[in-house]
């Protein structure tokens, strides 16, 4: 239990820097392959949380499935121009860094009512009607989140289409 804290802070610092890096990289493809470090890290805390079935979710899918699509589209739409910087005016700068700075704010007001709120709420767990960590997400999709299941392969199912109209040359 001593060496679940210092692996989880280690994994947060690593998600952070690769999150940071995939804004800051001028590059899409090594900002596609922070992406991927970025999941990684994301899974191995879903691992020190015991939810075994999200971290394999999180490596197959997201940093699986997903980052191929990126990087698919990237080469389909061949980036290698270097586009002009977005950001021109000094008055985008301070909106940026006021907006950066009220993200923050509103994150360490969430870990700090959190973690009063969270050693108060914590309860132990019968070992013999504990069930399974994929059964409970399963009934959980397939039963109260159903209908946001079906809205989120529908959306990605309108990506697809629009990836394939992109990716033709002429209709």
């Not at 979710?57 to 270097?82: C, R, S, T, W």
Request: positive net charge; aromatic residues 8%; charged residues 10%.
């Amino acid at each position: 239990m001593e060496l679940v804290v210092p692996i989880f802070y280690i994994m947060a610092i690593g998600a952070l820097v690769s999150g940071v890096m995939v804004v800051v990289q001028k590059n899409p493809v090594i900002s596609a392959l922070f992406l991927i470090t970025l999941m990684l890290c994301l899974a191995c805390i879903y691992l020190l949380l015991s939810a075994e079935f999200i971290a394999a979710i999180q490596v197959i899918v997201y940093a699986g499935a997903i980052m191929v699509l990126f990087l698919f589209v990237i080469m389909l739409l061949n980036l290698e121009k270097e586009s002009a910087p977005l950001v021109k005016g000094r008055f985008q700068k301070v909106a940026g860094l006021v907006l950066v700075l009220l993200l923050v704010g509103v994150l360490a007001m969430t870990v700090i009512t959190t973690g009063k709120q969270g050693a108060a709420a914590q309860t132990t767990v019968d070992v013999d009607t504990a069930v399974s960590n994929t059964v409970s997400i399963g009934r959980l999709l397939f039963s109260r989140f159903l209908l946001p299941f079906e809205i989120t392969s529908v959306i990605l199912l309108i990506a697809i289409i629009g990836v394939i109209l992109i990716g033709k040359k002429k209709l």
